[in-house]
């Protein structure tokens, strides 16, 4: 790894889940941090603490238009996560994606800044092959209701790619598998906080399918770690590199791990399993491991536990609670 020295970092997206505690992160590490966010789906409140911070600037910027700024490295965070909010307007999350990425790779091929797309273990789509490789090119369907996301992330990817071989970027690509953690939105509709919110309100816990289906579950702290190193690593590597949880874990276990934690009395109410959901998801981090020396060290419980907090002091009468007009501008 490179020695750390204070840089001018671009971070899209910066005001969402994942962004807030990169820009919070490269701050705690002496760097000047530039947040910028639509506020489609990000908040101020995520990054509210680092409003008034001498090394933060906040900017309002979509970045399906172009950006002019000066910056050493840029973080391309920029793009709803979650199937609520990227089918939401499906038109919207392609061009985030892709005009997103020629947009930020014109301004770091401009400014000559090295650059790292937050790509998703959904290029994978549906697998046919587990745990998933980087190696594998996946089994996406291209019309589909997720086709949107998945296929506007691959384009991404593809366009990362292009540029560096056509015109020698600094690129770096990570495929980011399930992550949670403090800052989710109680509304995102993703299994870890539909299920804690559940449970908190003794709702029952709705589960699609049999409940039998897997997903690989990565703390946000672990998943930081991997985003830097990636981003300090040689220029040589580019990726794509596979970030997440190498244990695998069942729907059904999950939710009844977050009613144990949350001392929940609500049941289990099965529903038809939604198109194109994967039946399984497990990352293969042994790239992750030989080049960047990275793993998750953070257990589920113990993140669980930190997520659970996070929610209950939301509805706590002395915060505020998230207004409708976080989900749309």
Known sequence: MKERYCKRILVTGGAGFLGSHLCEFLIAQGHDVLCVDNFYTGSKRNIAHLLDHPMFE???HDVTFPLYVEVDEIYNLACPASPVHYQLDP?????????GAINMLGLAKRVKARILQASTSEVYGDPEIHPQIEGYYGHVNPIGLRSCYDEGKRCAETLFMDYRRQHGMRVKIARIFNTYGPRMHPNDGRVVSNFIMQALADEPITIHGDGQQTRSFCYVDDLIDGLDRLMRSPDDFCG???FGNPVECTMLHLAETIVALCDSHSTLRFLPLPADDPARRRPDIGLARDRLDWEPKI????????TIDYFKALHRPALPAYGGNVMRR
């Open 91 to 99: 038109v919207q999350t392609t061009k985030t994606s892709v005009h």
């Open 299 to 306: 257990a589920m419980r113990e993140g669980l536990a930190n």
């Open 58 to 60: 906040l900017l309002r």
């Open 240 to 242: 794509p590199v596979n």
